[in-house]
């Protein structure tokens, strides 16, 4: 019997690329060579007919090469061949107005394209049963294959840093600005035990540049983004309720942006943790005990993957997380009025943010025993589901079905 033969065109080689593209498919090549064979092509070849000819199966994250405009035509063309188009989707077309890119989604019509490319490929596959419900909309072949987690990668099985304080963390990008406004106040009601805990904002990030326009003549100039202008510099503020809660040489070190490490004689209750690449970001999960996952409640959000939970499972970190879309799916909320019950995480309702973010923070910092058994239970939730060997056998299988 001859292999399958698939061709995979990543959107990029940041996040989306690897855990929605490059890791499933290098797994897929691994695990089931037997029956594939897997090419990874980041700058496909658009014009020649031969190149497509040789796959029975193409998958593409949104689009076809960063083609959005003829992207349409490119995939009917490779349907008309007799090949499988395969369009993978992890978050919603249309960003919330917060959105950083939002802006730049509506006047290039990039959300319209995304749809038109959905209803033309063949079949869809996604992160979530939710996104699988709204995707339908426009596509009726829309299969669920989760993010998942190669266990053997080494940013998973980074050894926990000891600490005498309890840890809470956040790591992300620069488009949450809206979900971190959750916590703000959180940390001035944590005040009085500011020396039992610490706080570790990952994936501080001052890169980028400005646009300014000349209001007279309306000439546009761009230049680099200062520190303090950026977005991480105002997470950096909900962090430490605007620089109250550290002293001032310690501020004064953070204003300075440096990437040179803070020295210290005792433990300190803030700590800026620099942006990593792709493949050793999870390392940063080493640093806290806690996982912060707060997002606001609205479309974009909701459809979007549990990946913060699986990770923090996968490093057997307890989290805190909103009540919201993607945390809905595997957590359960581990207390009743006031006392701990079999649940795997703590969840806080949008209608009481800034109270329970603070009281199930206190409440962990009071029992820290309780946060390690969290981790346990979570990660007995997601250790076989979001396994991405798993993951990859029933993509082999639902491959295989397509291409009969």
Request: aromatic letters at 12%; proline letters at 3%; glycine letters at 4%.
């Amino acid at each position: 019997m001859s292999k399958i033969k698939v061709l995979v065109l990543p959107s990029d080689k940041t996040g989306v690329g690897k855990f929605r593209s490059v890791d499933p498919h290098v797994m897929l090549q691994n695990n089931h060579s037997d029956e594939f064979h897997v090419d990874i092509d980041y700058e496909p070849k658009i014009n020649d007919l031969n190149y497509w000819k040789q796959y029975d199966i193409v998958h593409f994250h949104r689009t076809i090469a960063h083609e959005y405009d003829n992207s349409v035509n490119l995939i009917k063309k490779l349907n008309s061949l007799g090949i499988v188009t395969i369009m993978d989707l992890d978050d919603y077309w249309l960003p919330t107005k917060e959105h950083p890119v939002h802006q730049m989604v509506i006047q290039t019509n990039l959300h319209k394209k995304i749809i038109e490319n959905l209803k033309v490929a063949q079949h869809i596959t996604t992160t979530t049963s939710v996104f699988a419900t709204e995707i339908s909309k426009y596509n009726k072949s829309v299969f669920v294959l989760p993010n998942a987690i190669n266990p053997k990668e080494s940013q998973f099985n980074a050894k926990t840093e000891p600490s005498d304080r309890l840890r809470f963390g956040w790591l992300g990008g620069s488009s949450h600005l809206h979900d971190l406004k959750l916590l703000d106040g959180t940390m001035n009601k944590l005040t009085p035990l500011k020396d039992k805990f610490s706080m570790y904002l990952c994936g501080f990030d001052i890169r980028g540049t400005v646009t300014e326009i000349n209001q007279q003549t309306g000439e546009q100039k761009q230049r680099q983004i200062k520190p303090e202008e950026t977005v991480w510099a105002r997470y950096e503020e909900i962090f430490t309720d605007n620089y109250k809660l550290v002293d001032e040489n310690h501020k004064d070190y953070l204003m300075k942006f440096t990437e040179e490490e803070y020295k210290s004689n005792t433990s300190t209750f803030y700590n800026r943790v620099w942006t990593k690449p792709v493949t050793s970001y999870a390392n940063n999960y080493k640093w806290f005990d806690v996982s912060l996952a707060p997002i606001k409640n609205h479309v974009f959000n909701r459809v979007k993957s549990q990946l913060k939970v699986i990770e923090a499972g996968f490093y057997k970190k307890a989290i805190i997380a909103s009540n919201v879309g993607p945390y809905t799916i595997d957590l359960k909320h581990a207390l009743n009025k006031g006392e701990f019950t079999d649940g795997n995480a703590l969840l806080v309702d949008e209608a009481r943010n800034h109270s329970d973010w603070s009281k199930y923070m206190k409440k962990l910092i009071d029992n820290p025993n309780f946060a390690y058994d969290l981790g346990q239970k979570l990660y007995e939730t997601v250790k076989d589901t979001y396994d991405l060997n798993v993951v990859t056998k029933n993509r082999a299988e639902l491959y295989k079905s397509l291409v009969k």
